[in-house]
């Protein structure tokens, strides 16, 4: 019933920059948090960032100062602007939601659950 979309990821050159967009579908009223994680090969995901409804953000420490997180509480998107890229940011990034209140039309029932995005790969490489 809410699906998350991620785009924007790509091929960029290590010092480059990329915006990667994500935008939840569905019957929404409310979205508590939104954020991006990360997942690496061969290692486990991890934290980016992530940004609640009043705007409030979290980010992981190794990348405060060139990754910044936004969100539209309107439209139910969120975007994670990345600078300075390096080689070691190379990974799967995925969007999550927590908190997403919707109305569920299978059960007629107003829900709260999490959702995670499908995922978009992000490398850096010369």
């Known amino acids: 019933q809410v699906q998350l979309v991620e785009s924007g990821g790509g091929l960029v050159q290590p010092g480059g920059s990329l915006r990667l967009s994500c935008a939840a579908s569905?019957?929404?009223?409310?979205?508590?948090?939104m954020g991006w994680y990360r997942q690496a090969p061969g290692k486990q995901r991890e934290l980016v960032a992530t940004?609640?409804?009043?705007?409030?953000?979290n980010y992981a420490d190794s990348l405060k100062g060139r990754f910044t997180i936004s969100r539209n509480n309107t439209e139910n998107t969120v975007s994670l602007q990345m600078n300075s890229l390096k080689p070691e940011d190379t990974a799967v990034y995925y969007c999550?939601?927590?908190?997403?209140?919707?109305?569920?039309?299978?059960?007629?029932?107003?829900?709260?659950?999490?959702?995670w995005g499908r995922g978009t790969q992000v490398t850096v490489s010369s």
């Open positions: 940004i609640t409804r009043d705007r409030s953000t």
């Open positions: 999550k939601a927590d908190g997403v209140r919707y109305f569920d039309y299978n059960r007629d029932y107003v829900m709260t659950e999490n959702y």
């Open positions: 569905g019957s929404i009223f409310s979205i508590a948090a």
